[in-house]
Structure formats: structure tokens, C-alpha cells
């Protein structure tokens, strides 16, 4: 089931359904007589991959799923502010991977694709403010000479965090199995998850559904507040980007109600 998920799930994103549309309107146009039919194909294609690329659209319903949660306030606050009372007890934090690659020529912060950089970043910064701490990192290996979890836990040791202050989750291939794999290891305990502003809904009700007790803490925001450039206003592959996450994050939210999962 799970190949199968991640075989399929890209042909309904954004760019693959748009070509198909381009596609099929050509053929149409160059190949048959269905010449009405080929331009209404290749009509959609070009409104949707237009309406996709430009910022109103993406931004919008972006922004609306980021939302959802806040960041932790304890993260935005100087040293000598502290921490909250109700956090001073936590001692997981747990970083959920979003992907990664195995090239032993580069750093291995280099092999952390930039989601999951983010991800760990905030994890660490949150661990450095909460003394007797530890992280755990997960990701499996699938499809890659080591594991996500792996990749993180060298770019941590890097960065400054002691080899047994990180517990590595390798079983996993999706959050439904995130939360099936480190619910055994945190156990009652109320924990900080750590994942993109974006998955945080859907990875709150897996684990929240799993029985276990997650405290919010978003990162990697693709909207914030910012004084636009020119070249913010034309289409563009990252606005493409954006529109993709929007529809993997719903088709994900779908998937696991279907099914029970939260």
C-alpha cells in the first residue's frame, strides 16, 4: 500500500495533472478531428497551471493550513526570558524527516533536503532550551543507502548535540507509521513534535489518534509576513511548489480520515 501511495499521489499534484491536460488537448488537436475537445483540454491545462503559479491562489490556501498551529512562544523569546513553567518538564522532542539523500562527497548537512534541515534546526534550538532533553529523529531508509534518521542524527552531532541526547526512529516510511513506531518510546509522555507549518495538522491528528499527547511546534513556513519584490507578483515554480503542498497535505488529510486514522 504504501508503493503503491507514492506512485500514484504525484500524478494527482499539480504540474503532472496540468501536462496530462496539455497533452491530451494536443493530441487531440494534432492527431483527430476532436478539435473542440482538444481545446478545451488544453485550455484547462493552461488556466490551472497558470492559476497554480501565480501567488493569490497558492498563498491563500497555504497560509489558511500553516495557520493552525503557532509556533512554540518559548522559541521567539530571548535567553534571558526562560522557559514556560508548563514546557520546563518535556523531554522528547520529536522530528518528523522530510526527506533526505545519501552522497557521502558532500557535508551531511547537504544531504537533508531543505524541509527536514528546517525541521532539525528548530529541534536543536528547542533542545538547547530545555536542559535533560533528548531528540528523536525518524525517517527509514527506503530507497536510500542509509536512513532519514541517520542523515539527521550526523547533521545534530554537528551542530553540537551529544550523541546520547539522540535516538534514532528507522522503521518508519510516512507519519501513520511515525506515530506507530515512537509511540513505544516516548510512552505516556507528552512530547514537542517538530515538522514543517504545513504538516503539522495532519501529523497532530495521526499522533493525537495514536493515543499519545504531541505539543505543536511548526517550522518552515512557506507564507509569512514580508515586503514583496517585483518578481513576487509573476508566476513561478515556486509558487507551482507551494500549490503542490496545498494538494499532498489535503490528499493526505483525506486519505487518513477515509481510513480512520484521525
Known amino acids: 500500500m504504501f508503493f503503491l501511495k507514492k506512485l500514484i499521489a504525484p500524478l494527482l499534484f499539480p504540474l503532472p495533472v496540468c501536462m496530462m491536460l496539455l497533452l491530451a488537448g494536443l493530441f487531440l488537436l494534432w492527431f483527430t478531428r476532436r478539435q473542440r475537445a482538444g481545446k478545451i483540454f488544453t485550455t484547462i491545462g493552461v488556466v490551472l497551471i497558470l492559476l497554480m503559479s501565480y501567488p493569490p491562489l497558492p498563498d491563500f490556501f497555504l497560509h489558511r493550513i500553516e495557520q493552525q498551529y503557532t509556533p512554540l512562544e518559548f522559541s521567539l523569546h530571548t535567553e534571558i526570558e526562560g522557559v514556560p513553567e508548563s514546557l520546563s518538564s518535556v523531554k522528547w522532542i520529536v522530528v518528523l524527516g522530510g526527506g533526505h539523500s545519501s552522497d557521502p562527497k558532500v557535508p551531511a548537512s547537504s544531504n537533508l533536503y531543505s524541509g527536514t534541515l528546517y525541521r532539525l534546526i528548530e529541534s536543536i534550538e528547542l533542545h538547547r532550551r530545555l536542559p535533560g532533553s533528548r531528540l528523536i529523529v525518524s525517517g527509514s531508509g527506503i530507497w536510500r543507502s542509509d536512513s532519514e534518521a541517520a542523515a539527521m542524527a550526523r547533521t545534530a552531532e554537528a551542530l553540537g548535540v551529544l550523541r546520547e541526547n539522540i535516538v534514532l526512529e528507522e522503521k518508519s516510511n510516512d507519519t501513520e507509521e511515525q506515530a506507530m513506531f515512537i ?24 499522533f493525537t489518534k495514536a493515543g499519545m ?48 486514522k484521525e
Do not use: C
Request: hydrophobic content about 35%.
Open 183 to 206: 509511540k513505544p518510546i516516548v510512552g505516556t509522555d507528552a512530547f514537542i513534535l517538530v515538522t514543517t507549518a504545513s504538516h503539522m495538522p495532519r501529523a497532530v491528528a495521526l
Open 213 to 260: 499527547t504531541p505539543i505543536p511546534a511548526p517550522t518552515d513556513y512557506k507564507i509569512t509576513e514580508a515586503s514583496y519584490v517585483p518578481r513576487d507578483y509573476y508566476p513561478s515554480p515556486g509558487n507551482l511548489y507551494k500549490s503542490e503542498v496545498v494538494v499532498y497535505e489535503t490528499l493526505g488529510r483525506i486519505w487518513s480520515k477515509l481510513r480512520g
